[in-house]
Nanobody, 115 residues
């Protein structure tokens, strides 16, 4: 059974940084494109960043230049480095397959950016 466990969220001030991690188990991680998604209060879940198995990245316009997605296949982990955080980045962050989110969602990790 596939399991996704996100971690690394927290409370940070505007302009700060966080690094999120997503540990995946139960799948052949190295051949799966993975993505980070977020859901802010009252809003739909949206794609933040995607990373193919070949290293091609895709970012939402709102995070381009500030966020970086990466992966460590040996650790079955995908990361999201978030810099220059803004209050509008406040959300619960999830990882899943990309671009089709066919895996069971994990619990996510909450990121709160204070102004």
């Amino acid at each position: 059974q596939v399991q996704l466990v996100e971690s690394g969220g927290g409370l940070v001030q505007t302009g700060g940084s966080l690094r999120l991690s997503c540990a995946a188990s139960g799948l052949i991680f190295s051949i799966n494109a993975m993505g980070w998604y977020r859901q802010a209060p009252g809003k739909q879940r949206e794609l933040v960043a995607g990373l193919t198995s070949g290293g091609i990245t895709n970012y939402a316009d709102s995070v381009k230049g500030r966020f970086t997605i990466s992966r460590d296949n040996a650790k079955n982990t995908v990361y999201l480095q978030m810099n220059s955080l803004k209050p509008e980045d406040t959300a619960v962050y999830y990882c899943n397959a990309y671009p089709s989110t066919y895996l069971l969602w994990g619990k996510g990790t909450l990121v709160t950016v204070s102004s």
